[in-house]
């Protein structure tokens, strides 16, 4: 039976790779020996029926793999990233600097980390590549099969000692552990439901998807140029819904910050975006819906979320119906304070990883 338990920006966002800030930092050492790759699934077969003859699934790896007497390897680790990230979004101080620096957690020294780009994300195959939108429509299940094809098959692990996933990287820690419920020993899903997206988590997506293809510079998706408007609207909606009230309450605390916070959403922060790339991003989230089938996950599961999610509120009160079909694991609320960041505090290793320490004893071999 499920444990529940109590205790003490945003996912949307893309991955922190500031060069200087890493090499500043106590982890700077594992993220500069870090080796990136490719690996490709040939004539790759999405549950839509559409096919790609070529499924580039692009990764990094930090440390190396430790193999036993009958070369099964036992120290991989796989962190899945969040909708509109990639692996490097690990690299971000609060995350890399308290699990990946000399004794942490995962520390590169004897743990061997898998971090890939989700298919249409990062350097993966994607929309942006040049098919627009006739890339083949994935969905969540087609993503985690192609993550664990990649570990399995790409880099020879037969079984993975943890999978760690946040926001829609948690929502994949679900769905691999019902598909392939012996390859993970463990799972620790930050920042998500097992359940469908319904209610305001899929109308804002709807919005963000709609007012895209509602611009007349999206050109059905051939366009020349970014479709300006709508990304700065989706964009804004994205920052909002992945909002940290305490946070943002202490760092704009004038209405001259407010202003300066929001001119720069308006003017920069959707130049990162594609507006292909993110409008697949949000719609493979169509068809998640894990919740009939929770019973069938094998792994010791540690699963967190935080009480100033406005992403996944507790008011819902979707975790307590849901909790208890999860075989061997534990579900933790993390009271909103000071110490946390809304829906972003799966990345803030800090207020965890006392949780992520017990989940790693009681799944020890």
Known sequence: MIKVLTGMACALALGWTGAAAAQASPAAAALAAAKEGDFILKDFKFRSGETLPELRMHYTTLGTPVRDAAGHVTNAVMVLHGTGGDGHQFYRPQFADVLFAPGGLLDPARTYIILPDGIGHGKSSKPSDGMHMRFPHYDYADMVEAEYLLARDGLKVD????VMGTS???MHA???????PDYARALMPMACLPTALVGRNRLWRRISIDTIKADPAWQGGD??????????????LSIMVGSAPIQMQKALSTPALVDAEAADIVASRWKAMDANDYIYQLDASRTYDPSANLDKITAQVMWINSADDEINPPDLRLAEALAPKIRHGQFLLIPASEKTHGHGTHTWAAVWQDQLKALLARSAP
């Open 223 to 236: 366009y020349a140029n970014q479709p300006v408007e709508s990304l700065r609207t989706a964009e804004a």
């Open 159 to 162: 079984q993975l000692r943890l």
């Open 168 to 170: 829609m990287g948690c």
């Open 174 to 180: 679900f769905v691999l552990g019902e598909a392939h």
